[in-house]
C-alpha cells in the first residue's frame, strides 16, 4: 500500500486520516506541517513531523496530502500545496470508493468525498474540495484550488475559476461561468455569469452580486477560529 504523510493537525486532519482508515487507501505514516505550526510530536497516535524535513526523517517513497479546507478563501490551502509541488513532494488523492467519477480527473491534492458524481467530459484541475453529494454536471470545468460544500451542484457546461468556494447545497445553473476568487454562499441559485472576487448571496428575497479586489474577497472567507 501506498505510504502517506498528512499535511495538518487540525479537525480536517483527523477527518482525512479517518476516511483514509475506512476505506484503506493509503498506509498512513505520520502528519507534518512547517516547522513553526509545530505544536506537538504525536497526532491521533501518529508521529508529527515538519514539512521542511520530510525527505530526511522518512526513508523510502512517499507521498502527501493536505488536508484543509477553504480558509482565506482556499488561500491557505494553495500556498501550502504550491510549497510542497515546489519541495518535489508527489501529491495523493483522496477518493471515496463510493464516488462516481466519468469526467477527468487532471489534477492531484484533490478530496472527492462520499457519493459524489463527476458527470462525463468534465474536467476537474488540482488542489479541489468536493465534500458528499456534490454534483460536476457534463463538460464543465473546476479550476485548481475550489472548494465544493456538501450537496453542491454545478451545472453542465459550466466553469468555476481558480480559488472559489460554493457552499452548502447551492446550485450554480447549467452554462454559467464563476469568476477566479468567487463565493457562492450556502443554499444559492446562480443563474447569471459572476466576475473574479465576487460574492453571491441571497439575503432575504434580494439576490446579490458584490464584487471586492482580491485581497478584500479572500478575507471574506476566514474561520473563526484556527480549527481547520
Not at 483527523?14 to 512547517?34: S, W
Not at 459572476?194 to 464584487?211: C, E, G, H, L, R
Request: aromatic share 10%.
Amino acid at each position: 500500500m501506498e505510504k502517506l504523510i498528512i499535511v495538518g493537525l487540525s479537525s480536517t486532519a483527523r477527518h482525512a486520516f479517518e476516511f483514509i482508515k475506512m476505506y484503506g487507501l493509503y498506509d498512513v505514516l505520520g502528519f507534518a506541517v512547517n516547522e513553526k505550526y509545530k505544536s506537538a510530536d504525536v497526532f491521533c497516535d501518529l508521529p508529527v513531523y515538519t514539512l521542511e524535513h520530510l525527505k530526511e526523517d522518512i526513508d523510502g517513497e512517499f507521498s502527501v496530502f493536505i488536508a484543509l479546507l477553504w480558509n482565506h478563501l482556499n488561500k491557505d490551502r494553495r500556498n501550502v500545496y504550491e510549497y510542497c509541488k515546489s519541495e518535489g513532494y508527489k501529491m495523493a488523492n483522496l477518493i471515496s470508493p463510493h464516488a462516481v467519477i466519468r469526467g477527468e480527473l487532471e489534477g492531484d491534492n484533490c478530496w472527492i468525498h462520499d457519493f459524489v458524481v463527476i458527470q462525463n467530459n468534465a474536467r476537474i484541475q488540482s488542489n479541489v474540495a468536493m465534500m458528499a453529494y456534490t454534483l460536476i454536471g457534463d463538460s464543465s470545468l473546476v479550476e485548481s484550488h475550489c472548494f465544493f460544500g456538501a450537496r453542491s451542484l454545478l451545472g453542465g457546461g459550466s466553469r468555476i475559476g481558480e480559488q472559489s468556494f460554493v457552499g452548502l447545497n447551492a446550485t450554480i445553473f447549467d452554462d454559467t461561468v464563476i469568476g477566479k476568487k468567487c463565493i457562492i454562499g450556502a443554499c444559492t441559485a446562480v443563474k447569471r455569469n459572476m466576475p473574479d472576487f465576487s460574492k453571491y448571496a441571497t439575503p432575504s428575497d434580494n439576490i446579490v452580486i458584490k464584487q471586492y479586489s482580491e485581497d478584500e474577497v479572500e478575507n471574506k472567507l476566514v474561520f473563526s477560529a484556527n480549527k481547520r
